[in-house]
């Protein structure tokens, strides 16, 4: 078997090329993402698909995995050795190919597989690359299962087996769009564009679109790994902007915009105005919890308070949970409190029985946008918009901070605002510290800090209510609070 990894490895050497160079940092809470060759080289990961095969045996789970990249010039490359590591150590590979991150999780239910590993880096930039995995469709690893990998990988205790073997699966494009789209008929006449970033979901969202019934104006969806215009990425404001001005354009009823990998999905409306994802999640249970009595959703904790102030919603007698961000943990609170579905402020979507399976699919999403307008023939998606109470929102802002440095920097900054008993001129109404810290001030304003899972920052979002006078007091409040930390760098964009 390989030798046990190192930290770190100068590039161009003969111990980089015989040396499995694996960044303990690149093990996050529920995925790994690493700067490839900076951080990872390639015997590194194929140490990793070693590591999870040995896991994969550990956990007594059957030993055949899904495996498929997404559109990066050095995914193939990076899903070999992945799969040499898997075989190694006694794995069945179904190799699908080219895949968003739900089609991987769509082709655990559709060849009965049990794992997957999705060779992803998401929406982030170029450079990075990682790995989305999973012994127990539709879960992802959460923290456990990512520490016990990281044991395994960073101490060499992978074990060579047996049996190990190699599947390539034709197809697979075809049968997920044919999932997604069955009994999927829109009758409302809708100009829809979709936004793919030049990203995988390029040669997915405009044909799947187009199949349910509405008229598609692609944008940017030829695959294209060098990103030109901007990263798919809904979050991120300057791919919102280029949707706005497409919608404008072209007089659309909605853009959907899908990141890098698929399992995300951002919003404009017919009047060219983003709509922050934790919104159109309000939306959407205030459509199925008039559907379905008693609706329980889960949200994550960078969401929006209308899920519990919202008059629709209580009168529905729907219930909502704030959780943990991420999508293994929404993932999985979804499913363990038999929620109809969860919504994250990113853009990840879990639809659960009998909208979806229970992982996070943009397209699955889009179908439920879709839905909604069309049981709303007489409404716009800006007349759903405004339907809404008014609160005044931040985007997702991300200040620089080292992987080894945000943890810390987070938890002293919680007990720094758990001490706060007045903020922006009022009295603190409520800390929410399961994941970072939400501080609520008397008229329901609040900030939130937490450590990204992703990269190397924080994510800082705010909210108000009443105004946006407010809701800039709460940021500068945070703000301030931070200029404390040298750990913590420049803002990626601010109000």
Same mark, same amino acid.
């Given at each position: 078997?390989?030798?046990?990894? /190192?930290?770190?490895?100068?590039?161009?050497?003969?111990?980089?090329?015989?040396?499995?160079?694996?960044?303990?940092?690149?093990?996050?809470?529920?995925?790994?993402?690493?700067?490839?060759?900076?951080?990872?080289?390639?015997?590194?990961?194929?140490?990793?698909? @070693?590591?999870?095969?040995?896991?994969?045996?550990?956990?007594?789970?059957?030993?055949?995995?899904?495996?498929?990249?997404?559109?990066?010039?050095?995914?193939?490359?990076?899903?070999?050795?992945?799969?040499?590591?898997?075989?190694?150590?006694? %794995?069945?590979?179904?190799?699908?190919?080219?895949?968003?991150?739900?089609?991987?999780?769509?082709?655990?239910?559709?060849?009965?597989?049990?794992?997957? @590993?999705?060779?992803?880096?998401?929406?982030?930039? &170029?450079?990075?690359?990682?790995?989305?995995?999973?012994?127990?469709?539709?879960?992802?690893?959460?923290?456990?299962?990512?520490?016990?990998?990281?044991?395994?990988?960073?101490?060499?205790?992978?074990?060579?087996?047996?049996?190990?073997?190699?599947?390539?699966?034709?197809?697979?494009?075809?049968?997920?769009?044919?999932?997604?789209?069955?009994?999927?008929?829109?009758?409302?006449?809708?100009?829809?564009?979709?936004?793919?970033? $030049?990203?995988?979901? =390029?040669?997915?969202?405009?044909?799947?679109?187009?199949?349910?019934?509405?008229?598609?104006?692609?944008?940017?969806?030829?695959?294209?790994?060098?990103?030109?215009?901007?990263?798919?990425?809904?979050?991120?404001?300057?791919?919102?902007?280029?949707?706005?001005?497409?919608?404008?354009?072209?007089?659309?009823?909605?853009?959907?915009?899908? *990141?890098?990998?698929? *399992?995300?999905?951002? /919003?404009?409306?017919?009047?060219?105005?983003?709509?922050?994802?934790?919104? +159109?999640?309000?939306?959407?249970?205030?459509?199925?919890?008039?559907?379905?009595?008693?609706?329980?959703?889960?949200?994550?904790?960078?969401?929006?308070?209308?899920?519990?102030?919202?008059?629709?919603? %209580?009168? $529905?007698?729907?219930?909502?949970?704030?959780?943990?961000?991420?999508?293994?943990?929404?993932?999985?609170?979804?499913?363990?409190?038999?929620?109809?579905?969860?919504?994250?402020?990113?853009?990840?979507?879990?639809?659960?029985?009998?909208?979806?399976?229970?992982?996070?699919?943009?397209?699955?999403?889009?179908?439920? +946008?879709?839905?909604?307008?069309?049981?709303?023939?007489?409404?716009?998606?800006?007349?759903?918009?405004?339907?809404?109470?008014?609160?005044?929102?931040?985007?997702?802002?991300?200040?620089?901070?080292?992987?080894?440095?945000?943890?810390?920097?987070?938890?002293?900054?919680?007990?720094?605002?758990?001490?706060?008993?007045?903020?922006? =001129?009022?009295?603190?109404?409520?800390?929410?510290?399961?994941?970072?810290?939400?501080?609520?001030?008397?008229?329901?304003?609040?900030?939130?800090?937490?450590?990204?899972?992703?990269?190397?920052?924080?994510? #800082? #979002?705010?909210?108000?209510?009443?105004?946006?006078?407010?809701? $800039?007091?709460?940021?500068?409040?945070?703000?301030? #609070?931070?200029?404390?930390?040298?750990?913590?760098?420049?803002? &990626?964009?601010?109000?």
């Amino acid at each position: 078997m390989l030798p046990t990894p /190192v930290a770190d490895l100068a590039a161009n050497t003969l111990a980089y090329e015989i040396t499995p160079k694996v960044k303990p940092t690149g093990f996050r809470e529920y995925d790994a993402r690493w700067v490839f060759e900076k951080e990872i080289n390639l015997l590194g990961i194929q140490a990793l698909g @070693a590591g999870l095969g040995t896991l994969i045996h550990e956990l007594g789970k059957r030993p055949e995995i899904v495996v498929g990249h997404d559109f990066r010039g050095y995914s193939t490359s990076i899903k070999q050795a992945l799969t040499v590591g898997l075989m190694g150590a006694g %794995i069945t590979v179904h190799d699908i190919g080219l895949a968003l991150s739900p089609v991987a999780y769509f082709a655990q239910f559709d060849l009965d597989v049990p794992c997957v @590993a999705m060779v992803t880096a998401s929406h982030n930039e &170029n450079g990075w690359t990682g790995v989305k995995m999973g012994v127990d469709a539709p879960l992802t690893f959460g923290p456990d299962e990512m520490g016990r990998l990281k044991d395994i990988v960073l101490n060499g205790q992978y074990k060579a087996r047996e049996g190990g073997g190699y599947k390539w699966v034709e197809g697979m494009r075809e049968r997920y769009i044919a999932d997604i789209v069955k009994d999927v008929k829109i009758s409302r006449p809708l100009k829809v564009i979709a936004a793919c970033g $030049n990203g995988t979901a =390029g040669a997915y969202a405009p044909e799947a679109l187009s199949r349910m019934g509405v008229e598609v104006i692609p944008m940017d969806a030829e695959l294209d790994h060098t990103f030109p215009k901007y990263n798919p990425n809904p979050e991120d404001m300057k791919m919102l902007h280029e949707m706005e001005a497409a919608v404008k354009e072209h007089g659309a009823d909605v853009a959907l915009g899908f *990141d890098g990998d698929g *399992d995300r999905c951002g /919003v404009v409306d017919n009047e060219g105005v983003e709509i922050f994802a934790d919104k +159109i999640g309000v939306m959407l249970a205030r459509d199925l919890s008039s559907q379905h009595e008693k609706a329980t959703f889960v949200v994550d904790v960078k969401s929006t308070g209308l899920f519990m102030t919202d008059p629709v919603l %209580i009168e $529905n007698g729907a219930t909502t949970h704030y959780w943990k961000t991420g999508h293994s943990y929404i993932k999985r609170h979804t499913t363990d409190l038999d929620a109809l579905a969860g919504f994250e402020k990113s853009g990840h979507f879990f639809f659960r029985e009998p909208y979806g399976r229970g992982y996070d699919d943009g397209l699955v999403a889009a179908v439920a +946008i879709l839905k909604m307008l069309d049981r709303n023939p007489d409404k716009s998606m800006a007349d759903l918009r405004r339907a809404l109470p008014t609160t005044y929102q931040s985007p997702t802002m991300s200040p620089h901070c080292d992987d080894d440095k945000k943890y810390g920097v987070v938890d002293r900054i919680v007990k720094q605002l758990e001490g706060k008993t007045e903020l922006i =001129g009022q009295k603190v109404r409520d800390v929410n510290t399961v994941n970072g810290v939400r501080i609520t001030v008397e008229d329901g304003t609040w900030g939130l800090v937490r450590a990204s899972s992703n990269k190397p920052e924080l994510v #800082v #979002v705010v909210e108000s209510p009443v105004s946006e006078e407010n809701r $800039n007091a709460m940021f500068h409040a945070i703000e301030k #609070v931070m200029a404390g930390y040298p750990e913590i760098g420049e803002f &990626n964009q601010k109000l």
